[in-house]
């Protein structure tokens, strides 16, 4: 019999990546009981796991300026970044970085003896080492007293007199449930990849999906990740050769011109709009120095037992690069939940949001260089932990009445209670066919938005409502496939609402940047049963010098532009 | 295809695969105490598995049960 288990505790976090470590670290700074609950492990969890490249630092004695970096970033990003919060991570990222060596994180230096990659002007990219970001957070909360419970998945939050007090969710290994009584709640669950073809398919965007369920805002699900990864029949890995070696051809062996691009932009996506895909990574054209240093980086990065490791760049050879390997996910640290200020609370009493679910749009439109995702989550994460600590020390300690346990309990259980409807997995799948394709996600159009629209409204107003699970398994699937749902339904709403191109965010019908109108955010929230959305205007004084010629504000041309 | 096996001979029951597993595909059996892949088809192939095992127990092939639609 799966037993019930209540816990309480001060603060309570959703989520263990790089973000919820930071904010239960700091929130037990201020003598706090602080629980970590993960859908894995944390640590060992989510986006973090994946991030290993590098991590950002802005450092005057590197010979930084804070100028050069704030420009870089508004034009990069096409001056929706919210320059605030722009300067804050910049500013923050020199003690967050000394937070992670401290704690064990290893950086390395590169053969000109720095930890500075130099391949992304003006901003200081330092490359880590093995242990990457996670596994030593953990540790380092452990340490500080943090209670962290691996393995629970958390679904829906708790709510008492207008005010989020904890969380309830269960354990898919025993059928176990578990309630979370907190004055005060982070949510840093990550990102929705729509079970996708990179390897984070267990984020499925749970934190915000409950935040939104709970009124909470939301913000910019409009710009995708654009990341795409190469694929081969035979099954090699490609370690980390893939990032370093960027020669990427159309199907005629026609070079695409990805230079200052980290993400690609959408170039790859407009060459096979244009008919010109696929598109090939091509190895061959690597000399024996470049392929030097991708082994080089290979043995610092790559844990030698694993099959990333074994896979020699020397062997050469071009494979098919395939799109959407996060597809789901919103352009790092842009769209998510609207934090109403610098200490990353919500609109929500008792709710904080960090990391990748907090919507900063510290980077705008536009994910400049490798690193920033866990910088931004390393700074939302100790913000958070600091506010929501503020916070519970400020509040009783939260009685939650019947009514709501059982309305919790109720939503949690309904899928493995019903005997009949439809199977997670399948659901997942028409989700999948709806909206994975590029000409839904990256290449838009109102026509196409709506049709996928159409169905997503039906999958989240008649499939979802019954869907069923025969076991705790999968009732976690039923879960995560919900919030999938409603993911699509945000991402197709924001990408029709925004009647203009920018960034990553491309309407084929409106292939131009329309200023001022569009110096804006998209925001939403539930209002009686439905999605409601607005636009908040950029503040004036961060707008461009629109008296400039548009081809001078905005570098990068679009297609059809 | 996905974890394509967990050899019983080598498997100590540690549990260190199905605590990792981030899509909750591996359990315990509790009669022979080893550790069995039950939901093969949710398998994303991310290896965590077969790197976590101490006993070099595991084996996972790069292909997932259901072939994913990519973007292009």
Redesign the interface.
């Known amino acids: 019999m799966p037993s019930e288990n209540v816990v309480e505790t001060d603060v309570l976090i959703v989520g263990g990546g790089i973000a919820g470590c930071f904010a239960a670290i700091k929130a037990r700074e201020h003598g706090l009981a602080v629980t970590i609950a993960d859908?894995?492990?944390a640590g060992?969890?989510g986006g973090t796991?994946v991030a290993g490249y590098g991590y950002v630092v802005f450092n005057p004695e590197w010979g930084h300026n804070l100028d050069d970096c704030m420009n870089a970033i508004n034009t990069k990003g096409e001056y929706i970044n919210n320059r605030e919060w722009t300067e804050i991570v910049l500013k923050d990222s020199w003690a967050t970085y000394e937070a992670l060596e401290s704690w064990g994180t290893e950086f390395v230096e590169g053969e000109d003896g720095t930890k500075s990659v130099k391949a992304y002007p003006p901003f200081g990219v330092v490359r880590m080492g093995l242990t990457r970001a996670g596994p030593p957070s953990r540790k380092q909360a452990v340490k500080s007293g943090v209670e962290i419970m691996?393995?629970i998945t958390v679904v829906e939050l708790l709510k008492q007199d207008g005010r989020v007090v904890g969380a309830i969710g269960f354990a898919?290994?025993t059928g176990d449930l578990y309630v979370f009584k907190a004055k005060a709640t982070v949510i840093s669950s990550g990102v929705n990849t729509f079970?996708?073809?990179g390897?984070?398919?267990?984020l499925t965007g749970d934190g915000e999906a409950m935040a939104y369920r709970a009124g909470a805002e939301i913000t910019s699900k409009e710009f995708p990740d654009t990341n795409?990864l190469p694929?081969d029949p035979s099954?090699s890995?490609f370690g980390e050769a893939f990032p370093l070696w960027r020669y990427h051809t159309d199907a005629e062996g026609n070079r695409l011109d990805l230079s200052d691009e980290y993400e690609l932009a959408l170039t790859?996506?407009f060459a096979?709009h244009a008919g010109r895909?696929?598109?090939i990574w091509d190895l061959d054209t690597a000399t024996s120095e470049d392929i030097e240093k991708m082994r080089q980086r290979q043995e610092h990065s790559v844990?030698p037992?694993?099959?990333w490791a074994a896979f020699d760049p020397g062997k050469r050879g071009k494979f098919r690069i395939?799109?959407?390997a996060w597809?789901g996910m919103q352009n790092s640290q842009t769209g998510g939940i609207w934090p109403i200020n610098t200490k990353c609370a919500t609109t929500l009493p008792g709710l904080y949001a960090a990391g990748e679910c907090c919507g900063t749009r510290y980077l705008g439109a536009y994910h400049p260089a490798p690193g920033f995702g866990l910088l931004g989550s390393a700074v939302t994460g100790t913000r958070a932990g600091i506010g929501a600590a503020e916070y519970a020390l400020q509040v009783e300690k939260p009685v939650i009445d019947g009514e709501e346990l059982a309305r919790a309990k109720r939503i949690l259980y309904a899928p493995v209670e019903r005997n009949s409807g439809f199977s997670p997995?399948w659901v997942t799948?028409i989700l999948?066919?709806t909206v994975?394709?590029?000409f839904i996600?990256?290449i838009k159009h109102e026509e196409r938005l709506k049709a996928a629209l159409t169905i997503v409204r039906f999958l989240n107003d008649h499939l979802v409502p019954k869907l069923t699970a025969k076991d705790s398994?999968e009732l976690?699937?039923a879960h995560d496939t919900k919030n999938m749902v409603l993911h699509a339904e945000m991402i197709l709403r924001c990408s029709l609402f925004r009647t203009e191109s920018r960034g990553v965010h491309y309407r084929e019908d409106y292939p131009r940047r329309d200023d001022p109108a569009w110096l804006a955010w998209v925001k939403l929230r539930e209002e009686n049963g439905e999605m409601k959305l607005w636009k908040e205007p950029v503040p004036k004084e961060w707008w461009p010098d629109l008296s400039k010629p548009y081809e001078e504000i905005y570098p990068r041309r679009l297609l059809g532009e | 295809m996905a974890i394509e096996r967990i050899n019983p001979d080598l498997c100590n029951g540690c549990r260190l695969c199905?605590?990792?597993?981030?899509?909750?595909?591996i359990?315990l059996d509790e009669e022979s105490n080893k550790a069995v892949c039950?939901?093969p088809?949710?398998c994303?192939?991310?290896?965590?598995c077969?790197?976590e095992c101490p006993e070099d127990a595991i084996y996972?092939?790069?292909?997932r049960h259901?072939p994913?639609?990519?973007?292009?």
């Open positions: 859908k894995t492990s060992n969890s796991l691996d393995g898919p290994t079970r996708s073809l390897n984070i398919s267990n795409a694929v099954g890995l790859q996506e096979v895909g696929p598109i844990p037992k694993s099959k395939a799109g959407g597809v997995r799948q999948h066919n994975v394709p590029y996600i990256y398994h976690r699937l | 199905i605590n990792s597993c981030p899509m909750d595909v359990r039950k939901y088809e949710d994303m192939c991310c290896y965590i077969e790197l996972v092939s790069p292909v259901v994913l639609l990519v973007s292009w």
